[in-house]
């Protein structure tokens, strides 16, 4: 007898009640749900020419920071929005509405990262037809919003010099899913002897020879350079996109009349 | 806690594959799980218990068959077992490598039986 939940079978009486087994192959994604919810959010996305970045890294590491700063150096034309991930309080998105840039909180509750349909559901709070750049703030954490495709078109991942050169080797499977790295709060690096550059640098080399890693700090706006660029460069690409999209539905929809 | 997501998705697709093959008991459910996802094995299984719990997977046996990462070097072409995360060419030392498995999250299979 199963103690647990009285369902009788255990591994000695198993083969007795197993005679009819039989096997039914499945092969489905357990995360198919989530996956097609973030399809749909990227379309949205492509459709408006929003280039979306999903940012992530562990509590403390400077996100919101980051955020404030770039918010202040993108190129004034630059139309921004900003969907903040915590587990509670609308701190985040006030801090950032403060720059007068449109912001939707999400709290999760218990989840320790934001999933597609939870981002879908902000999108709802935003007006996207003014928006070129979407910043996603995941929940602070650097294992669980690595397995959840929420629709962003790039992946950032912050490491700030507060938390060990050794994080990107402890957390690998993050660095993996990165397409840029950031190394934050560098101006604190003076007073962190333990904390070397390079030794971060080649931890993550070792786990992705080819992701870019730019050291930055929000506070004095040092580095920053490089950051900017690549968000300007790849807003304008989807910008091009979408245009080149809606121009060839446009022919097609002539060439059907 | 991802795997409390994950165990969702698993449990929605069993109760789907359940009422369509009708199938009324679960004995086993074999899922692949690439180290790249960073899963907990034992979370995975304490978190299906929990959730099969009055369902036809109750008492179910949840495998879990872990699959090692392996790359191919872009360079040399070779094909290589990815140890402790050092993506690194064993044949040329070359750091420019794909992915071909380690990825994957998904069911296999599940065994069903009268119970």
Redesign the interface.
């Known amino acids: 007898m199963?103690d647990?939940?009285g369902?009788s079978?255990t591994d000695a009486n198993?083969h007795l009640?197993?005679?009819?087994?039989?096997?039914?192959?499945?092969?489905?994604?357990?995360?198919?749900?989530?996956d097609q919810q973030a399809d749909h959010n990227r379309s949205h996305f492509d459709e408006l020419g929003i280039f979306a970045v999903n940012i992530m890294s562990g509590p403390g590491s400077g996100k919101t920071s980051l955020l404030e700063a770039t918010i202040h150096a993108l190129p004034p034309g630059l139309r921004l929005a900003v969907i903040e991930g915590d587990l509670e309080t609308e701190n985040d998105a006030e801090r950032i509405r403060r720059h007068g840039v449109p912001a939707v909180q999400i709290t999760t509750g218990?989840?320790?990262?934001l999933?597609a349909h939870m981002v879908h559901k902000a999108l709802d709070q935003i007006n996207l037809k003014a928006v070129d750049i979407l910043f996603i703030e995941n929940v602070g954490n650097l294992?669980?919003p690595?397995?959840?495709d929420i629709g962003q078109h790039s992946n950032v991942l912050l490491l700030s010099v507060t938390e060990g050169d050794d994080k990107p080797?402890k957390y690998?499977?993050m660095v993996?899913a990165a397409d840029q790295m950031l190394i934050t709060k560098i101006d604190l690096l003076p007073y962190i002897e333990e904390f070397s550059v390079d030794r971060a640098r080649a931890a993550v080399?070792?786990?992705?020879?080819?992701l870019p890693v730019t050291e930055v700090s929000a506070k004095t706006g040092h580095g920053l350079e490089p950051w900017l660029e690549w968000l300007t460069a790849m807003s304008a690409m989807r910008r091009t996109m979408a245009r080149r999209q809606r121009r060839s539905h446009d022919y097609v929809a002539r060439q059907a009349r | 806690m991802h795997e409390t997501a994950i165990v969702e998705g698993l449990m929605r697709i069993l109760e789907e594959q359940a009422a369509q093959h009708r199938v009324t008991r679960i004995l086993s459910v074999t899922v692949k799980v690439g180290r790249l996802r960073a899963v907990e094995p034992q979370q995975l299984i304490a978190c299906f218990e929990m959730f099969a719990e009055g369902t036809v997977a109750e008492c179910a046996r949840l495998v879990i068959d872990s699959m090692p990462v392996r790359a191919r070097c872009k360079a040399c072409k070779m094909e290589f077992e990815v140890p402790r995360f050092r993506f690194e060419c064993p044949g040329c030392a070359g750091g420019d490598v794909a992915v071909i498995q380690g990825q994957e999250l998904y069911i296999e299979s599940f065994e069903a039986g009268s119970g």
């Open positions: 199963c647990n939940c369902c079978i198993r009640v197993e005679n009819d087994r039989h096997t039914i192959q499945v092969l489905e994604d357990l995360l198919h749900e989530n218990m989840a320790c990262h999933d294992v669980c690595a397995s959840f080797a690998p499977v993996r080399r070792d786990i992705r020879s080819d």
